[in-house]
């Protein structure tokens, strides 16, 4: 079945930077585009960033267009997100998954806080 492990989350002060990694397994990964999503408490799931299948296309929310970069390594079956520059703002459990927010069964999610 699809297994979806994401990490590298944690607390960073304003300014700083995290790379966040998504590992699957189960799923032809590279068949796919793959997207990052986040949910801060008492907010609705957002579309973080998108990148196609290849890699050679990413889309990102306004929010995030010039600090965080989305890439992918189809020989680990790894989805990567580089944050930097970060903001209070961008508190939220930040969770990998298809081009559509309910492709593959969720995983658990990284938790990222921002805070000083």
């Known amino acids: 079945q699809v297994q979806l492990v994401e990490s590298g989350g944690g607390l960073v002060q304003p300014g700083g930077s995290l790379q966040l990694s998504c590992a699957a397994s189960?799923?032809?990964?590279?068949?796919?585009?793959m997207g990052w999503y986040r949910q801060a408490p008492g907010k609705q799931r957002e579309s973080v960033a998108t990148?196609?299948?290849?890699?050679?296309?990413?889309i990102y929310a306004d929010s995030v267009k010039g600090r965080f970069t989305i890439s992918r390594d189809d020989a680990k079956n790894t989805l990567y997100l580089q944050m930097n520059s970060l903001k209070p703002e961008d508190t939220a459990i930040y969770c990998c998954?298809?081009?559509?927010?309910?492709?593959?069964?969720w995983g658990q999610g990284t938790q990222v806080t921002v805070s000083s």
């Open positions: 189960g799923v032809a990964f590279s068949f796919y585009a």
């Open positions: 998954n298809g081009p559509t927010a309910t492709m593959f069964p």
């Open positions: 990148i196609t299948k290849g890699g050679r296309t990413a």
